[in-house]
């Protein structure tokens, strides 16, 4: 079992940058794939990035050059760095943990936080 708890949202002029993190309890982080997903108002969640047990990362094309995922495999948390928000980056931000390989896929994720709110103002 793994609980998640983000943190770092918040209210952002666009252009401007936030940091997530994603607190997660249990003895065996480091083998879980760390994902990043998103929700905007009446739209489905869609994911944003991942960061694997081996250090890779895949981000989607909407925000590739603009985040950065990372882990403290020691500290048991997951990191998104956002910079250069844009208003079409608002929504409410979820942590998500799958014991396997990267995947963009939500419903392969077992494990999700509460969200967090971000909202980029234009």
Known sequence: QVQLVESGGGLVQAGGSLRLSCAASGRTFSSYAMGWF???PGKERE???VS???????YADSVKGRFTISR??????VYLQ???LKPEDTGVYYCAARNGPL???PSSYAYWGQ???VTVSS
């Open 115 to 117: 969200g967090t709110q």
């Open 103 to 105: 995947s963009r896929d």
């Open 38 to 40: 998103r929700q905007a």
């Open 82 to 84: 956002m910079n250069s």
């Open 52 to 58: 694997g047990i081996n250090t890779y990362t895949l």
């Open 72 to 77: 403290n495999n020691a500290r048991n948390t």
């Open 47 to 49: 994911f944003a990035a």
